[in-house]
């Protein structure tokens, strides 16, 4: 999501407040694991912003690197879970298992 005026445009919810700040214009990009937005970066400039179409994919990129990461990190805390309930099981109970 691009906005170039906050001051002006409808869908801005506080345009006084960023006028107050000296926010200009503001920029969003998704962070997506998978499907699921798990969260946002968002660029405040005090001037009208013009991004070029390399600076966009580049941020992009970013973001989509920025998911993986979480989804790994999310993944490997899981694993390090799953690793502590396995070594308080009784030794019985893993034969067989490795």
Do not use: W
């Not at 691009?2 to 969003?28: C, N, W």
């Not at 005090?46 to 179409?53: D, G």
């Not at 502590?84 to 893993?94: D, E, F």
Request: hydrophobic share 45%.
């Amino acid at each position: 999501m691009f906005v170039d005026d906050l001051h002006h445009d409808p869908r801005v919810q506080y345009p006084k407040e960023a006028l107050e700040e000296g926010i200009t214009s503001m920029v969003s990009f998704p962070i997506k694991c998978r499907e699921a937005t798990i969260g946002i970066i968002r660029i405040y400039h005090s001037e009208a912003i013009r991004f070029h179409a390399d600076d966009i994919d580049s941020i992009r990129v970013l973001c989509h690197l920025l998911g993986l990461v979480t989804e790994n990190h999310g993944l490997k805390n899981f694993l390090d879970m799953v690793k502590g309930a396995m070594g308080s099981l009784p030794l019985r109970m893993l034969k067989g298992l490795a």
